[in-house]
C-alpha cells in the first residue's frame, strides 16, 4: 500500500511575515527537514507549507491563542493531501465549493498559548465554521479514512469509533481495531 509522510508546519513558519520579529530559525529548521527528508526518503513526503502559506490570508488557519489549526486550517492541509492520493486511487475529495464557510466566534477560549498571549483573558477567539451546502450529500461507504491526532486523542477516539459505529454498523467487529 502506498505510505506517505504528512508535513505539518508550525505555525510561526505559515505566519512569519506577520510575527513581530523574525523566525528565520524555525522557518529554516522547517525547510532543512523537509529537504532531507524529500532527498533522503523512500517515503513520498507530502508537504503542505505552501498551500497553508497561499491560504492564509483567506480565513484563519490557525487559533491565536492556540498550535491547532482551526477547521479551514485543516481543510487546506486535506485537500493539499487528496491531491497525492488521487495518483494512487479514484477519490473525490470536496472542493471548498462544496461549502458555506463563515467566521465562528468563540466568547470563551483559551487555547494553550492563552494564558501567554497579552490581552486575550476574556477575548474571544475566532474558527471557521464549514456547513455543507448540499443537505442531501450522503458519503458513499468508506474504505479508506484519514485520521488527524493530536494530544486530543484519546478524547477523539472515542467520538470517532461512535460516529463510525453510527455510520457503518455492519463493521462493528473491525471498527475498533481502527482506533
Request: include cysteine; charge should be negative.
Amino acid at each position: 500500500i502506498p505510505y506517505f509522510l504528512v508535513i505539518i508546519p508550525d505555525r510561526r513558519v505559515v505566519y512569519n511575515d506577520s510575527l513581530p520579529f523574525k523566525d528565520n530559525i524555525s522557518v529554516s529548521r522547517h525547510y532543512q527537514i523537509v529537504d532531507f527528508l524529500k532527498k533522503n526518503s523512500s517515503l513520498e513526503i507530502i508537504d503542505v507549507t505552501d498551500a497553508l502559506i497561499k491560504a492564509k490570508d483567506k480565513y484563519p488557519l490557525f487559533f491565536k491563542t492556540d498550535s491547532h489549526w482551526t477547521n479551514y486550517g485543516a481543510f487546506i492541509a486535506y485537500s493539499e493531501i487528496m491531491k497525492h492520493l488521487k495518483k494512487y486511487q479514484q477519490v473525490q475529495p470536496l472542493e471548498e465549493e462544496s461549502f458555506d464557510i463563515s467566521l465562528e466566534k468563540y466568547e470563551i477560549w483559551i487555547g494553550d498559548f492563552g494564558l501567554n498571549y497579552p490581552g486575550n483573558p476574556g477575548n474571544p477567539e475566532v474558527g471557521v465554521e464549514f456547513t455543507i451546502k448540499d443537505k442531501s450529500f450522503k458519503n458513499n461507504k468508506l474504505n479508506s479514512i484519514i485520521v488527524y491526532g493530536d494530544s486530543f486523542l484519546n478524547f477523539s477516539r472515542t467520538v470517532c469509533m461512535q460516529c463510525m459505529l453510527d455510520e457503518f454498523p455492519e463493521l462493528k467487529p473491525i471498527i475498533p481495531l481502527l482506533f
